[in-house]
C-alpha cells in the first residue's frame, strides 16, 4: 500500500495561487490512478481532481475547473494540485489519495480510493 504525504497548504488572499505537493512512498507510485479531494469544516468531503497514472487522463470538478490543475511526476513520485485564481469558497483540508486504476466513472468517487494522506488546510482571506 502507497503511503501519502501532502504539503504546499496555507493563508493566502482571494485572487492568489499555491501549489499542493503528494508525496508517495511504499509501494510502485506509477501504478496508481491519484486524486485530490477536500473537505470543508461541516460539509461532505467532495472531489477536486483526478489524474491517470500516466498523466495522460484528468477529470475535475466543475468548480475549479479552468483554475486548478493536477499534474505528476513519476520519477518523483509526487502529484501536484497547482490552484489558481482561489476563491473565498476553496478554503478546505486537501487530501492526497491513490487508487488502482478504475474506469473513469468513479474518478470522483472517494470510495474507490483506498489509500489517503492526512491532509493539508489551504485558507483563503477576501
Known amino acids: 500500500q502507497v503511503q501519502l504525504v501532502e504539503s504546499g497548504g496555507g493563508l493566502v488572499q482571494a485572487g492568489d495561487s499555491l501549489r499542493l505537493s503528494c508525496a508517495a512512498s511504499?509501494?510502485?507510485?506509477?501504478?496508481?490512478?491519484m486524486g485530490w479531494f477536500r473537505q470543508a469544516p461541516g460539509k461532505e468531503r467532495e472531489s477536486v481532481a483526478t489524474i491517470t497514472w500516466s498523466g495522460g487522463s484528468t477529470y475535475y470538478a466543475d468548480s475549479v475547473k479552468g483554475r486548478f490543475t493536477i499534474s505528476r511526476d513519476n520519477a518523483l513520485n509526487t502529484v501536484y494540485l497547482h490552484m489558481n485564481s482561489l476563491r473565498p469558497e476553496d478554503p478546505a483540508d486537501y487530501y492526497c489519495?491513490?487508487?488502482?486504476?478504475?474506469?473513469?466513472?468513479?474518478?470522483?468517487?472517494?470510495?474507490?480510493?483506498?489509500?489517503w494522506g492526512r491532509g493539508t488546510q489551504v485558507t483563503v482571506s477576501s
Open positions: 489519495a491513490a487508487s488502482q486504476p478504475l474506469h473513469s466513472k468513479h474518478w470522483s468517487e472517494a470510495r474507490y480510493f483506498g489509500s
Open positions: 511504499g509501494s510502485t507510485f506509477n501504478r496508481y490512478l
